[in-house]
């Protein structure tokens, strides 16, 4: 996974992210790490439905709708 | 003057020593033959007075006794019926208190099948609930909704970290 200190970051998303998303992730996880030393990944689910997975070394960022829609019915259970 | 013939004089003297011999020999046998019959007749009087008498106690205690017997046999009869009403109530308290338990245990049952139907009625509108609101939000997520998500979940994710990095820094 590293590679001369590199860390591969990993972006899902429902459908394919624009350019203008992806600067404004990269400009958002700037503040939690350098991004000169990370290498972007993409990967496409629809079950996601709306927002963004990040994986990012061992730290999941998890801001997808499906996540937000599960969580919403665990506490109605 | 009056001539009294001698052979009168002899036949009365026969007549008084017969009546003598009568008298010594026949009146006094009969006489204590009778006394002694009537004695016999008066003891037999007397005893068939005292076997009436016994008869008549006998009969008494024989009474006595039946009609101790009969209030016995009431008694028992009494205490029977009593003994009968005692186990009659014991049966329909028991009868009762079992259809009480068994009306408890079959209500218990449906409440838990009622809580049980509720629990997966529940779960199945949360689940169809779940599943309408993800088929909208699947139809009216695009571009501009999707950078709106990006934009507020991750800012909201990117906060969290970065104060749980402050205070893990602060700790050490």
């Known amino acids: 996974m ?50 963004i997975v990040i994986i990012f070394g061992e730290m999941l960022i998890d801001c997808s709708l499906r996540t937000q829609l599960d969580k919403m019915k665990e506490g109605m259970i | 003057m009056i001539s009294i013939d001698r052979s009168i004089i002899f036949q009365i003297i026969n007549f008084l020593a017969l009546v003598a011999l009568l008298f010594r020999f026949l009146f006094k046998p009969v006489v204590q033959a ?87 009625l529940k779960l199945d509108i949360i689940d169809i609930s779940t599943e309408i609101a993800a088929k909208l939000l699947r139809e009216r997520i695009d571009v501009s909704k999707q950078d709106e998500l990006i934009e507020q979940l991750l800012e909201e994710a990117i906060n969290k970290i970065e104060i749980k990095s402050d205070i893990q820094y602060g700790q050490q």
């Open chain 2, 34 to 120: 009778l006394d002694k019959r009537s004695n016999h007749i008066r003891e037999e009087m007397d005893k068939i007075e005292k076997e009436k008498k016994a008869v008549e106690e006998l009969r008494l205690k024989y009474e006595e006794e039946s009609k101790n017997i009969h209030i016995k046999l009431q008694e028992m009869q009494e205490l029977a019926n009593q003994e009968a009403v005692k186990i009659k109530s014991k049966i329909i308290d028991e009868a009762y208190q079992e259809s009480e338990k068994i009306k408890k245990t079959a209500e218990e049952k449906a409440r838990i099948e009622i809580d049980k139907l509720f629990s997966e």
């Open chain 1, 2 to 51: 590293d590679n001369n200190n590199q860390k591969i970051v990993k972006f899902i998303t429902p459908f394919p992210m624009t350019e203008k998303q992806k600067m404004r992730v990269k400009s958002k996880l700037s503040r939690i790490g350098n991004i000169d030393q990370m290498i972007f990944q993409e990967e496409v689910d629809p079950s996601l439905i709306g927002g």
